[in-house]
C-alpha cells in the first residue's frame, strides 16, 4: 500500500489559519474513520495531535482540528504559533496488514 | 505519567543483527497495542511492526517480514524488536509508541527514538 499524499510544505504568518491535506484511497483514508495526525519538532519523537479524524487528546490546544471529506483528510491549524512550526504527518488505518499508512509529511513553516 | 524508553540501538553491518528493547511504565502494559515506527534519515514515518498481547495478534510492514520479530516481556513491562539480516535501507532512528485506547492508527505515546546505522 502506498503511502499517503501530503504537501511538501505550507506556510502561514502568526494569528493565520493553514490547512494541511492528506489524500489516500478508499482502501485507507475512505474506507474508516481512524486517521490520526502527528506534529514533529527536529530531533523529537512524534506527537499525537488528532485521532479519529477529528477528536482531539487532552492537551491539545482547540487551535487544532481535523476532517475528512472522501478520500482525503485535513489538518487545520488556526491562530498560528510560532510553536506550530514543526513537520506535520498524517496517518491511517487501512485494513488488518496496513494498520497505520502514514504520509510523506508537511513541514510547516510559519513566517 | 507513561514512559516509554527504547535502548539497543547502534551501527552493525549489512547482514548482522541487532536488538531493540522498549522499557514501559506508568500503564498495565498487557492492555494496549504496542508498535515499532521508524524514521529514515531525513524521512517520514514508517510503521513496521504491531502488537497486541491481550490477544497474541502480530503484524509486521512488507518491508520487514520475515527478519524481524516484535515481542513482548510481560513480567519486565518490555517491548523488543529482534532485526536480523539487517540492510542499508534499514537506517534510521526506531520509535517504539503505545495505542491511544481502542482506536486504530493512534499513537499516544511515544519513546524518544533509538538509531540504527548499517553500513559497510
Known amino acids: 500500500q502506498s503511502a499517503l499524499t501530503q504537501p511538501r510544505s505550507v506556510s502561514g504568518s502568526p494569528g493565520q489559519s493553514v490547512t494541511i491535506s492528506c489524500t489516500g484511497t478508499?482502501?485507507?483514508?475512505?474506507?474508516?474513520?481512524?486517521v490520526s495526525w502527528y506534529q514533529q519538532h527536529p530531533g523529537k519523537a512524534p506527537k499525537l495531535m488528532i485521532y479519529?479524524?477529528?477528536k482531539r487528546p487532552s492537551g491539545v490546544p482547540d487551535r487544532f482540528s481535523g476532517s475528512k471529506s472522501g478520500n482525503t483528510a485535513s489538518l487545520t491549524i488556526s491562530g498560528l504559533q510560532p510553536e506550530d512550526e514543526a513537520d506535520y504527518y498524517c496517518?491511517?488505518?487501512?485494513?488488518?496488514?496496513?494498520?497505520?499508512?502514514f504520509g510523506g509529511g508537511t513541514k510547516l513553516t510559519v513566517l | 505519567e507513561v514512559q516509554l524508553v527504547e535502548s539497543g540501538g547502534g551501527l552493525v553491518q549489512p547482514g548482522e543483527s541487532l536488538r531493540l528493547s522498549c522499557a514501559v511504565s506508568?500503564?498495565?502494559?498487557?492492555?494496549?497495542?504496542m508498535i515499532w515506527v521508524r524514521q529514515a534519515p531525513g524521512k517520514g514515518l514508517e510503521w513496521i511492526s504491531y502488537?497486541?498481547?491481550?490477544?497474541?495478534?502480530?503484524y509486521y510492514a512488507d518491508s520487514v517480514k520475515g527478519r524481524f520479530t516484535i515481542s513482548t516481556d510481560d513480567a519486565k513491562n518490555s517491548l523488543s524488536l529482534q532485526m536480523n539480516s539487517l540492510r542499508v535501507e534499514d537506517t534510521g532512528v526506531y520509535f517504539c509508541?503505545?495505542?491511544?485506547?481502542?482506536?486504530?492508527?493512534?499513537?499516544?505515546?511515544w519513546g524518544q527514538g533509538s538509531l540504527v546505522t548499517v553500513s559497510s
Open positions: 496517518c491511517s488505518y487501512g485494513g488488518s496488514y496496513h494498520l497505520a499508512i
Open positions: 506508568g500503564f498495565t502494559f498487557s492492555s494496549h497495542a
Open positions: 479519529d479524524v477529528r
Open positions: 509508541a503505545r495505542d491511544h485506547g481502542s482506536s486504530w492508527a493512534s499513537f499516544a505515546y
Open positions: 502488537i497486541r498481547p491481550a490477544t497474541d495478534t502480530i
Open positions: 478508499s482502501s485507507d483514508i475512505g474506507g474508516y474513520n481512524f
